[in-house]
């Protein structure tokens, strides 16, 4: 049996109490049976997504974590603070974590590792800036990306893994990878995974999907689903990105 396409929605830094109402009730009547959707919503809106999406197959997540357990860490929230709350995914290394926050490989290691010790699903991105592709350097950077995160990998994490290409410069600039693009880069997390061990790790690919493209990126080899920013905000779009995935 093939497995359902992985479609999961980042909100970043949007959303209101009323509008994600709205949004999660739009989600829950338009999801499918075997559709495998989730929400990655800012942290004061997890009690709402909690609520909002009780009993329904949409799974929900936050966008980052600490990689600390516990103490003198203001702001932060850790990852059995998360787990506790009932959150099945966390988004880890967000290329715009990486850029505007100074996150390294080692720290969205760190992370990864705390998601996966926590029993939920890490969600890590990794992705070429424009100029590293210019550079020719996007197979290197990707690979020193999912290297650092496969170095010292738990059984957990191994176990839980989702790793999502995006690369920076497709990221809500409306232009999309090339199916080609995507094939190669791909190609090589699966090879990378394969070679740690990471046998059936779903491969997420992520910049600009929308309901019009998502068709040919999801039937791309080794595409088991999408990340999805901008078009996860309108429930229409994404709900046809999710029957794009089904079809
Ligand atoms: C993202 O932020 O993870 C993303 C993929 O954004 P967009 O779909 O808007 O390019």
């Known amino acids: 049996m093939v497995a359902a396409k992985y479609i999961v929605g980042n909100w970043k830094l949007h959303g209101s109490v009323q509008e994600n109402a709205v949004r999660f009730a739009a989600l829950k009547a338009g999801c499918q049976p075997g559709d495998t959707l989730a929400v990655c919503v800012p ?29 003198a860490f203001t702001g932060e929230v850790s990852a059995a603070m998360l787990a506790d709350f009932g959150c099945g995914c966390v988004i880890v290394g967000h290329s715009e974590r990486r850029s505007l926050y100074g996150e390294d490989d080692a720290t969205v290691a760190r992370k990864a590792q705390a998601v996966a010790e926590a029993g939920m699903m890490p969600i890590v991105c990794v992705g070429e800036t424009l100029s590293e592709r ?3 350097d996007t197979a290197q950077v990707v690979t020193r990306q999912l290297a650092a995160v496969l170095a010292d990998a738990s059984e957990e994490l191994k176990r839980g893994l989702v790793v999502a290409y995006e690369p920076v410069w497709a990221i809500g600039s409306g232009r999309a990878a090339s199916e080609e693009d995507v094939r ?5 997390l699966r090879g990378q995974l394969e070679q740690a061990g990471v046998i059936g790790a779903r491969l997420l690919y992520g910049g600009s999907v929308k309901a019009s493209n998502a068709g040919t990126l999801l039937n791309v080899v080794n595409v088991d689903g999408a990340l999805v920013g901008g078009a996860s905000l309108d429930a229409e ?11």
């Open 237 to 247: 779009e994404f709900l046809a990105i999710a029957q794009a995935a089904r079809a």
């Open 134 to 136: 210019e550079c020719g």
């Open 43 to 71: 942290f004061p809106y997890l009690a709402q997504a909690q609520q909002a999406l009780q009993g329904s197959a949409i799974g929900w997540g936050a966008q980052n974590v600490s990689e600390h357990a516990k103490g």
């Open 184 to 188: 190669e880069v791909h190609a090589l």
